[in-house]
């Protein structure tokens, strides 16, 4: 087993790599950016090491930086996280090469599913349903108009590099798609150094279901059931369950073995994601795989009672999977709320200091956060503050359960997501489990926000 794990990320999800870890008897490095010095993660590694200012550029994306910070400090593993480096196959080779094990797939995974043109084609090889589209980028305006007309408008327009919501347009009719495709590719340049988009039908009010899966390196892949997380503003999202109100047993059982299929297909171990799309005729179409630990994990971890982040460091040492698929089962319903430092009508981040701060508590509730009174929000990084997870025996309970842990939840300093999580946790709608994508923007044009 690693004796020390370098953390190369911040916020909530350094620490609960730090609670893995200290669980597991592994010493930790939490690698920071000088913003981060009064982090929590900082103040509960065993070891700090500062790699350098507040941009993610010069800190937390800076590859020689962490290695050298791994080196320094004996570290035989690197753990990504999400979001910065943990999707960079780059990064994944490096590691590698400096025998320091990269706590993820391998390198030729991450490629493989990083490119979502690629993946695409990858699933289709593999016999797994995707949403109509083009097959691999578009390279003409001529293909691109010619391709809409064939599949039908709307169509969505996507980066192949794209993701976290960005580098995606919806195009409702022909006259638009040509400044829409200009506007993608402009977006993607900046935004991923790659200017290559695919075009897909677009799916009207679908839900987002995805599946989790484990793998090891001895060939061993299981899956954790699946995560709804149809509730997103701006396509990200913002409050994830488990189990989803549309899946029936025959349905979970067609997308569970495609997800197991295409995992299988390219040889993948570690923790990793398979996102579909499901119509409301209970069609589903594969979307992307991200092929690192999601900020949702946790809800399937009430769930199934896996710790996902454990699992990950022993697959990543080369253990097999501690459990078989038939030791695997799904208890009660979980829910995740968001909380995010935003003016929750605007979307707009709110930076600042937490002046006051009380997190929820009490039976079957869960709160993975890194920020405490006094704490300093930086300008930096992404606005969630904190995660609040619930755990009951059915879907009701657990949005009771909800409720009751928001109204618990108290913040002063910052604005935040908990007084629009709240109206949604309350109404019927969302307790109708008749939910879809386009929840939040219907929402909001039915019940305006108060004055
Ligand atoms: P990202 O990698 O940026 O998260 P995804 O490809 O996972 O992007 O898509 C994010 C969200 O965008 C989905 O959950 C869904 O709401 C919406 N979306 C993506 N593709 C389609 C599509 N073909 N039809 C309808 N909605 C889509």
Do not use: W
Request: aromatic share 6%.
């Amino acid at each position: 087993m690693f004796k020390k794990i370098l953390i190369a990320n911040r916020g909530e999800i350094a620490l609960r790599i730090i609670r893995a870890c200290k669980e597991m008897g592994i010493r930790t490095v939490a690698a920071h950016s000088t913003a981060d010095t009064e982090s929590l993660a900082v103040r509960f590694a065993d070891q700090a090491v500062c790699i350098g200012p507040g941009e993610a550029q010069k800190s937390y994306l800076k590859i020689p930086s962490l290695i050298s910070a791994a080196e320094v400090t004996n570290c035989d593993a690197i753990h990504p996280g999400y979001g910065f480096l943990s999707e960079n196959a780059g990064f994944a080779e490096v590691c590698g090469e400096c025998n320091i094990t990269f706590i993820g797939p391998s390198p030729e995974s991450i490629r493989l599913m990083g490119n979502k043109s690629v993946a695409r084609e990858t699933a289709v090889k593999a016999g797994v349903p995707v949403v109509p589209g083009s097959d691999g980028p578009l390279e003409k305006e001529a293909d691109a108009q010619k391709f809409a007309a064939e599949i039908g408008y709307p169509v969505i327009l996507k980066a192949s590099a794209g993701g976290g919501g960005r580098g995606m347009r919806i195009v409702h009719e022909e006259s638009e798609l040509l400044d829409s495709l200009k506007i993608v590719q402009a977006e993607a340049g900046a935004a991923f150094g790659d200017k290559s988009i695919y075009m897909e039908k677009y799916v009207t009010n679908p839900r987002h279901v995805e599946i989790q899966i484990l793998g090891d390196k001895h060939g061993n892949i299981v899956h954790l059931y699946e995560r709804d997380c149809s509730i997103q503003r701006r396509h990200q999202k913002l409050i994830e369950e488990a189990p989803s109100t549309i899946l029936t047993e025959k349905l979970r059982e067609k997308m569970t073995a495609a997800a197991l299929g295409l995992a299988h297909h390219i040889k993948y171990y570690s923790a990793g994601t398979f996102e579909f799309l499901v119509d409301d005729k209970g069609h589903f179409y594969f979307m992307e795989m991200n092929t690192r630990v999601q900020v949702e994990h946790p809800v399937t971890e009430m769930i199934t009672d896996v710790d996902i982040i454990k699992e990950q460091i022993m697959v990543a040492a080369g253990h097999p999977l501690s459990f078989a698929q038939k030791d695997v089962n799904m208890y009660g319903h979980s829910i995740e709320c968001r909380v995010n430092a935003e003016d929750p009508e605007k979307f707009t981040p709110s930076a600042g200091t937490i002046k006051e701060l009380h997190m929820p508590g009490g039976p079957g509730v869960r709160i993975d956060s890194a920020v405490y009174q006094g704490y300093k929000i930086p300008p930096y990084y992404d606005s969630m503050i904190a995660k609040v997870i619930v755990h009951a025996p059915t879907r009701m309970d657990a949005i009771h359960r909800m409720r009751r842990a928001l109204g618990e939840f108290h913040v002063e300093g910052v604005k935040t997501t908990i007084p629009l999580l709240t109206r949604i946790m309350h109404s019927e709608e969302f307790v109708s489990g008749k939910v879809s994508t386009r929840f939040i923007e219907e929402f909001l044009k039915n019940v305006p926000p108060k004055q």
